[in-house]
């Protein structure tokens, strides 16, 4: 087979962009640090979001939409807020036809409009918690952008809450982190994130206190995943979110804010992928099972192999498992078997002519790359069983990944040195905010404690 | 009961606003011109969006992601387009903290972007059809905002598409309209709307062909629901989407663009609401039976009113429904059944001591107003027959209205006067450019031929 990809081990980065260009998940858009997201990208993130969607929904917050357009004056209300994200605006100065009396800000984040409504929404203790998200699109200006990693618009998903107290506050943060986060990328990406807090060094513009998901890629490097962000009463007080308690008083409410963005596609290709391409957790993969037709012809007792190809693809489906079907036999098999790899299905079913002849198709699992004939009534238990196994393993691999390069040393110096080819875990003792300034100025960052 | 909304009667559009409001639907943005979605109605939305992408996906068409930004240049690419949007358009001038050397658009609708990238894409006649989607938002500067139905901000899914015939994009471009637009609002959205095409002077800009969906709203009046549009070569010219064909020549391709937006929100209360506030379909209705404790207390032989009132809900939804769950006895039952029919829940269940001692729960009906002591083993079964009565119910009552509002005339001068209470049938022939002009001048549109 011809080389179709940069070989992770000779260039990783390069092997990324390989990756995310021969599988058609993206492409650069026209305007510099934007990306188009193409149907088989967009197939993956519509999966991430239902499967997000449905455990936000299961911790209790509503989906809202919050204007893509705020009000310059908005941004400045926060001070410490706006200096984290002026340099990343974008600015819409004409609208209408005519220049704007006030200069409108496209979205960084929604936290200073959800804030504003917040103020008008809650009046009384009876209206906490106000459990909100919304999945949007926002802009931060991006200077060295990375398709999925680093780009200008990115789509994400932003939590933003109120409530009472700040235990509250503090126990829908941390629900957040796990039930929603830890278990959507632990049991359904596979990836066994490493999960605490950001130093203070580290955390969000504003934030009293940072959660992250920091996961593994395949170069020893870490890739922040998600953050879930406590914000005692900073922003409560900038926008005046205040509830009437039950004995009588005014009070600031206490807020949090949590997202996860497209990056985790990013994520998703470098901790999973290999040379042959993307590698797409069972759970995730928007197509599980790859029905392909070798070439057309005659399986002898079981029928034309159309006919049987047609049939395994419908006993899949009624199985329970997303399906997809190849049945483009004027396109050379080897072409169409590569662009499979590349995509990442984690099984595919080939049938060909020869094979169903002696009662067979072959199952290829993407996760180890075995092919096995398996007699056909026998195809869809293989599957689900092999769905099942492969989703385990993509998870053990990446664990085993993690463990083997994650070093425990008890010093700053030898954490740095680790640094270069993994991770280090050492006592935050031995660190500190000045040990971290050290370390940033090697190219190191303290990711979690 | 105190007056909640303005009567439909008394000042329709003063009732459209105030249903939003008290519904909490939505809120003004603070950018003149844009809206919050609140959870009541971005629920409905998301409804809407199930329902329409799982018919968009059996229609073939792939969901992608294009850019917010577009090039200024794009938009003059193709003349007749940019004329129709330019006083519409919001501007960005600044990113990243400078100045930007071309200033970048905000999309008023991705077709320029999508046909670059189409032309990217298509190289024979073997990648055609292109069928792609995108749920996103755009921007159209408004004047003369409200919310729903002009916003300078909306969410909305617009298909396009690519193909290597006439025959082949207009066929596409009518089963988008048939088996999707048409089949969601008829079944789901139980309006039934008038379907047909445009006059060439109501055409969107650059189309040879507009198919439209116009509902009848209550006060007799004409919304465009969705459209759907042959855009001939027109586009494949200005982009380039050439394809070689399978003798080997190469041709421009035949596209489609189609859409359909939040505008539908604004549809569905006008077309169904009452003077009582809202009406949502069972079928669309995020909750379909809504289960209200009236007040705490024993049922008798049933045990608590609590405890019967959750084992209802779990048997609802054991059955399928949608269910929603209030037990805010802290809060006068009045007031939360005030606020149940605003938000016009198909079905309340309302569970009370009384009742309950008798063995029934009280069934309310949204559509009819009626209330029914149904016993408690008979309520799965009763709200299921009234879910699917009142879905008929609402769509045979706005095809009443409909049909008593359209008159057949045989002038155009017939036509203008009819037009003041509601629709009025003419033959085109009556009409010609030239009455169309006449009409329009009079606040009349010809909206469907
Ligand atoms: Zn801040
Ligand atoms: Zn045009």
Request: aromatic share 8%; hydrophobic share 40%; proline share 5%.
């Amino acid at each position: 087979m011809a080389r179709v990809l940069t070989p992770r081990a000779e260039d990783f980065p390069r092997w990324y962009q390989d990756v995310i260009a021969k599988a058609q998940l993206a492409d650069n858009g026209p305007v510099r640090g934007t990306m188009v997201i193409r149907p088989t990208g967009y197939a993956i993130w519509e999966r991430m979001q239902a499967e997000m969607d449905a455990r936000i929904k299961a911790a209790g917050s509503e989906n809202a939409y919050f204007p893509l357009f705020i009000p310059e004056s908005y941004l400045r209300r926060e001070a410490e807020h706006v200096e984290g994200f002026s340099p990343e605006l974008a600015v819409v100065t004409h609208g209408g036809g005519k220049q704007l009396a006030e200069p409108v800000v496209v979205r960084p984040t929604s936290e200073t409009v959800i804030g504003e409504f917040m103020a008008k929404w809650v009046d009384s203790y009876r209206d906490l918690p106000l459990l909100l998200n919304q999945w949007a699109n926002v802009v931060r200006w991006e200077l060295r952008p990375r398709v999925f990693l680093r780009t200008s618009e990115f789509l994400w998903q932003e939590g933003h809450t109120a409530h009472a107290t700040e235990a509250d506050a503090r126990a829908y943060a941390r629900k957040i982190l796990h039930e929603v986060y830890e278990d959507f990328m632990v049991g359904v990406l596979g990836i066994p994130v490493l999960v605490g807090r950001k130093t203070a060094g580290e955390r969000f513009a504003g934030a009293t206190n940072t959660y992250t998901l920091e996961g593994m890629m395949g170069d020893g490097k870490a890739l922040q995943m998600g953050t879930s962000h406590e914000l005692g009463q900073n922003f409560a007080r900038a926008f005046d979110i205040t509830y009437s308690s039950a004995t009588g008083g005014v009070e600031h409410a206490w807020t949090t804010s949590w997202g996860t963005s497209t990056r985790m596609l990013g994520g998703l290709i470098m901790c999973h992928g290999d040379d042959n391409g993307l590698r797409v957790p069972p759970r995730l993969a928007p197509v599980q099972a790859h029905v392909m037709i070798v070439k057309d012809g005659d399986g002898g007792a079981l029928g034309s192999v159309a006919g049987a190809a047609s049939k395994l693809r419908d006993a899949l489906r009624d199985a329970g498992v997303r399906v997809g079907f190849d049945d483009r036999v004027d396109t050379p098999f080897g072409r169409r078997a590569v662009d499979a790899e590349l995509k990442g299905y984690p099984v595919r079913v080939e049938v060909g002519p020869r094979d169903l002849a002696a009662g067979n198709a072959v199952l290829v699992r993407r996760t180890d790359g075995s092919k096995t004939p398996v007699a056909v009534p026998d195809v869809v238990a293989s599957v689900l069983a092999a769905l099942e196994a492969d989703q385990q393993a993509l998870y053990d691999e990446a664990l085993k990944l993690r463990l083997d390069r994650t070093v425990t040393v008890g010093t700053l110096a030898d954490a740095i040195e680790a640094s270069a080819t993994g991770w280090a875990s050492v006592p935050w003792s031995e660190v500190g905010p000045a040990g971290e300034k050290e370390a940033n100025g090697q190219g190191v960052t303290v990711r979690c404690l």
